[in-house]
Structures are given as structure tokens and as C-alpha cells.
């Protein structure tokens, strides 16, 4: 999705919320426009219901400026903030001014409850996702409605129903993902909670300031890097490949999964699991 902005790193067949991300570009003049010159009610276009949003905060998500992160502000857009229920959910973005650019897919990176959203974004040029990337505080973008059933926690609730928990994510499909760890899942009250993070390297994996925090709700992150230089002590290769190496589940039947992003990293993993016992009502997805 473009934001799903890269749709392409969709889990199956239908563009991903998380693959819309985008890297640092120079600012958009045409993108200023302040909410001041926005009415503040969802406007009718295109046969769709569209949101404007100011932009309350962006910056690089990674080290390399590859990954983009901004924060949009929906104090005036109450319904379309509750109508965010579950970790998983995704939506339509799109920048005014862009007419000939389709609307970007994106996973909602925040957890649900708060006053506005957050969304980690891939550049991708000549598309929506390019555009995210220049925006400023102030800059307007406009929403569509909230989309998917996001993860289906109640299947790995409560804890003795999944005492271990393995979370993928790949690239930009860390934002459900972090929506999911904020929000909570009792994780805490689980023998076994693990995240595998795959990224090509340190300088392009986003959230990394957030890792000991996640860590202390109770689970194990495991960044693992497939362009890693010869400093990096951690797991190499791909994600996949890391969990099978270091697989240890103590009970497949008390067991699920969480994942996001590359499709064969998905595919292989899942398969793997529902043939070693795992319950496929308990291998979640966000689509």
C-alpha cells in the first residue's frame, strides 16, 4: 500500500497497509497550505468521503533518511480518530494539489485512542508516497475512511491461549506492528514474546530509539540484517532464516504469530509454523 505506499510488500495478494514509507526530500511549496485555509469537515470528492489533516510533526525514521515518519493532528476529526479501533488498520492518504497521483495505502503506525495518527512512509518516485515525504508542520493532507479489520487479537487473548508470541516484520511493515506493541497485548503475561526486524541494515531500520521500551512490556527484539557490515555481532540474512535457526518454542499449541511485509518472508513462515503444529486462527495478518 502506499503508506501503503508500497503496496508491494502486502502480505498475499492485495497491497499491505505498511508498504507505503517514504525518505526525506526537500519541501514542497505548494504543499504549505495551512488548516486555517481548510474547512475542518470531511469534504465530498471522487465518490469518496475525504478528511484534510494538518501535518503536526515529520522527520527522517531512519538513519539514512530512507524511512520518513509524520504525525498528522485529528483534534478536529473525532469520528474518523475513534473510528481507529484495532493495531492493523490502514487507511487512504492523498495531498492535495495531486491530482494525478492515486491515493497512497498506509498502515497506521500509532496504537488506537490517540488524538491524531502516525504513519511511517517509503519513497516511491513519482507517487503519493514521494509527496509525503516533503511535508512540513502545517502541510495538509486529507484521509480516507479507516479500512481492515487490523489483527484479530482476541485469537491470541488470553494469554494461556498463546503463551508465546512471535512477531515478523520487514521494512515498513514495522508500522502495524508498532501499533500492536503500544497498544498492548499483555505481553508481559506471556512466557515467550519475540519481535524478528529485518532490515538491510542499521541505517535504514526505523524505531530504533523505541526498542528498549518495547522491550520492557516483554518482549525480545531481534533485529535482523541482511546487508549488515562487518561490525554487526547480531542475526544476518533474512528474517526467516533467523527464526529457524533459533526457533525454541516450548508448546506449538500455545502458540501464535504476527506478521508484516516481504511476501515470501510470510509465506515461508507461515507455512512453517502450520506445519509444526501452529494453529492458522492464530497466525495474524492485517488485511
Known amino acids: 500500500m502506499a503508506a501503503v505506499a508500497n503496496i508491494s510488500t502486502a502480505l498475499h495478494l492485495r497491497p499491505s497497509p505498511h508498504a507505503f514509507a517514504v525518505p526525506a526530500m526537500g519541501s514542497l511549496p505548494f504543499l504549505r497550505r495551512r488548516m486555517r485555509s481548510w474547512p475542518i469537515a470531511a469534504v465530498q470528492q471522487d465518490a469518496a468521503v475525504w478528511t484534510p489533516a494538518p501535518v503536526s510533526s515529520s522527520g527522517a525514521a531512519s538513519a539514512d533518511g530512507s524511512l520518513v515518519h509524520f504525525s498528522v493532528d485529528l483534534s478536529d476529526a473525532d469520528d474518523l480518530a475513534a473510528s481507529f479501533t484495532a493495531p492493523g488498520q490502514y487507511l487512504l492518504i492523498r495531498v492535495p494539489g495531486e491530482d494525478g497521483l492515486k491515493p497512497a495505502f498506509m498502515a497506521i503506525a500509532s496504537p488506537p485512542g490517540g488524538a491524531g495518527f502516525d504513519f511511517l512512509v517509503k519513497t516511491v518516485p513519482g507517487t503519493t508516497a514521494e509527496k509525503l515525504c516533503g511535508l512540513r508542520d502545517g502541510d495538509v493532507v486529507e484521509l480516507g475512511a479507516i479500512m481492515g479489520n487490523g489483527f484479530l487479537i482476541n485469537r491470541i487473548n488470553p494469554p494461556d491461549e498463546a503463551q508465546t508470541v ?63 557490515d562487518d561490525s554487526w555481532k547480531g542475526e544476518r540474512g533474512y528474517v526467516q532464516h533467523a527464526f529457524w535457526k533459533d526457533q525454541h518454542i516450548a508448546n506449538h499449541f500455545s502458540t501464535g504469530a504476527v506478521l508484516c511485509g516481504q511476501k515470501q518472508m510470510s509465506e515461508e513462515i507461515t507455512s512453517a509454523l502450520i506445519a509444526d503444529g501452529v494453529s492458522p486462527d492464530k497466525i495474524l495478518t492485517n488485511y
Not at 514474546?193 to 518495547?214: C, E, H, I, P, S
Open 166 to 228: 512471535l512477531l515478523f516484520a520487514t521494512g515498513t511493515g514495522i508500522s502495524p506492528i508498532r501499533s500492536l506493541i503500544e497498544f498492548g497485548f499483555a505481553a508481559d503475561q506471556r512466557a515467550d514474546v519475540r519481535l524478528y526486524y529485518g532490515a538491510r541494515n542499521l541505517q535504514t531500520m526505523a524505531y530504533q530509539d523505541r526498542f528498549k521500551n518495547w522491550e520492557s512490556t516483554g518482549l525480545k527484539v531481534i533485529p535482523v540484517l541482511s546487508r549488515a
